[in-house]
């Protein structure tokens, strides 16, 4: 049996993105090339986010929230589907729905998990990585950020911490909620992106990155994520790991 390929979006208040995302990546499923489904959480939204996702049908799946919880619990939400019917040689991806991520990438990144790797992590830190349309500030605080990351907590083969777009092995994944359930990832804010791939340090994932071009200047509207709050919750996660008996 082929093995699938499920993809997570989280989504809120995507309407002008989402569209525009799902018409680069659903060919990539009609036309063969992937194989499983496109599963589109929609985090509470109060725009038409969830209509779109119902409009397109097949492979494009929606899970709702009845209200904004925020983007850890919508990748919980996500992953949680996606393994409850993954096979353990299936890729389970994630990546953001506002159209700053090119899904041409995920052939690149399943062929990784093919190759023997576990975790696989569009990095804005490789040869040959573009970002663009994002302030000098922000691109300094996510360097820092991914800088005390590696300091602190180095996983071989890893840079980008706090990137979203990653495509896992659906064993890996069930291995995590076997262990943690849904502590997995339990917080909800932007550090929940950097604390589930600690969650993958510790089962010692085989990890590796790719280079991805973050195109900023596609999004429309601004981003949803205080830089400020993030970067305090970032040196929370790390105090709070550094200080876990947990290892």
């Not at 019917?85 to 990546?95: F, G, P, Q, R, S």
């Not at 690149?108 to 023997?116: D, H, Y």
Request: charged share 25%; proline share 5%; net charge positive.
């Amino acid at each position: 049996m082929t093995a699938q390929t499920w993809v997570v979006l989280p989504a809120y208040n995507e309407q002008e993105a989402l569209p525009r995302l799902l018409a680069k990546m659903v060919p990539l499923y009609t036309e063969g090339k992937l194989h499983g489904r496109i599963i589109v959480v929609d985090d509470g939204s109060r725009d038409r986010t969830a209509e779109i996702a119902q409009m397109w049908g097949p492979p494009v799946e929606l899970v709702s929230h009845p209200r904004n919880l925020g983007l850890g619990a919508a990748i919980r939400t996500g992953l949680n589907h996606a393994v409850a019917h993954a096979a353990d040689e299936d890729a389970i991806v994630t990546l953001d729905a506002d159209d700053t991520h090119s899904p041409g990438l995920i052939l690149c990144m399943v062929q990784k998990l093919n190759e023997g790797y576990e975790l696989v992590i569009a990095s804005r830190y490789r040869p040959d990585s573009r970002t663009l349309g994002v302030s000098p500030l922000r691109q300094f605080l996510s360097w820092g950020a991914g800088w005390l990351f590696r300091l602190f907590l180095p996983i071989r083969g890893v840079r980008d911490y706090t990137c979203g777009f990653r495509a896992y092995r659906a064993e890996l994944l069930k291995r995590a909620f076997a262990r943690w359930g849904d502590q997995l990832i339990d917080r909800n804010d932007f550090s929940s992106m950097p604390l589930l791939l600690l969650r993958m340090r510790r089962l010692h994932a085989i990890a590796v990155e790719v280079p991805m071009v973050l195109r900023y200047d596609l999004k429309p509207g601004v981003s949803k994520m205080s830089v400020g709050r993030n970067v305090l919750a970032n040196l929370k996660l790390i105090w709070q790991e550094l200080g876990s008996h947990e290892r």
